[in-house]
């Protein structure tokens, strides 16, 4: 019987986890739903599980605070609405990253490469070495975008992606600001469209509404026990992290 746990704070994506789950050959036991960062660390100190399906954002934060308080043997399929921590992932034990939302297919070739881990165990360290640099190598071939579209009443002009210090959405609608702060409307319609399109090392979604790059990062300030406030370079407000976000945000700014 393999014993698995969910971490995920969301209940319908736990519930389609659990349905994909049923529906595999092997025998698998659901040991625990959780929900919290809390309760998952209480839980991996007190039991060993054969896999771990984690969320990342969860109710009361991030889930590498888990694995930065308990030290795990146990595999993680991570599945997450953002692609920004794939790297912080790999670095957790993680064997896949299932973006949401992901296919049945998708989930059951995360679950054959688990079982393939599983039963090479004397190689076990090869293959995730292998993995993660199948993965790296992948990344550093990935072109980012170079400059943004913008589109004015003037006409068409172009924003170099080296000199936004960060993007905003408002209501479906996109901006990109410079060092000068200046506000260019972009052609794209999502945050996330945006998102895929920067270096993860560069570029950082500190909350729901807006990403940060780090070249234009002047100060960093606490701004209450689990948020930061963040002071971008020509602009005179302050940018707030998300409490689920700042835990991998001093990680990233450090890098």
Do not use: C
Not at 6 to 20: G, S, T, V, Y
Not at 60 to 87: C, H, K, L, R
Not at 178 to 205: C, M, V, W, Y
Not at 213 to 234: A, C, D, M, P, V
């Amino acid at each position: 019987m393999i014993k698995v746990i969910i971490i995920e704070d969301e209940i319908p994506a736990r519930n389609k986890l659990k349905r994909f789950i049923s529906e595999l050959e092997e025998p698998v036991e659901i040991v625990a739903e959780i929900d919290t960062v809390e309760e998952a660390v209480t839980f991996l100190k007190n039991s060993t599980v054969d896999l771990i399906f984690s969320d990342i954002e969860l109710l009361d934060g991030n889930a590498f605070e888990i694995y930065s308080q308990v030290n795990i043997s146990s595999p993680i399929i991570f599945t997450t609405a953002y692609d920004q921590y794939w790297m912080n992932a790999f670095e957790s034990n993680g064997i896949e990253y299932l973006l949401k939302p992901f296919s049945q297919n998708r989930f059951e070739k995360a679950w054959g490469k688990f079982l393939l881990l599983r039963t090479s165990a004397p190689e076990q360290n090869d293959v995730l070495i292998k993995l993660k640099q199948m993965l790296n190598n992948s990344h550093t071939e990935k072109k980012y975008k170079k400059r943004f579209t913008v589109s004015s009443h003037q006409g068409t002009y172009f924003v170099n992606t080296e000199e936004i210090t960060f993007f905003e959405a408002e209501e479906g609608i996109v901006f990109a600001f410079d060092a000068a702060g200046k506000k260019h409307l972009l052609n794209e319609s999502t945050l996330k469209e945006i998102e895929n399109q920067l270096s993860p090392s560069d570029f950082f979604r500190i909350n729901r509404s807006e990403i940060v790059q780090k070249i234009h990062i002047e100060r960093i300030e606490r701004y209450n026990k689990n948020t930061l406030s963040i002071q971008i370079k020509g602009q005179k407000i302050h940018l707030i992290t998300s409490q689920s976000n700042t835990s991998a945000f001093r990680k990233w700014i450090e890098e």
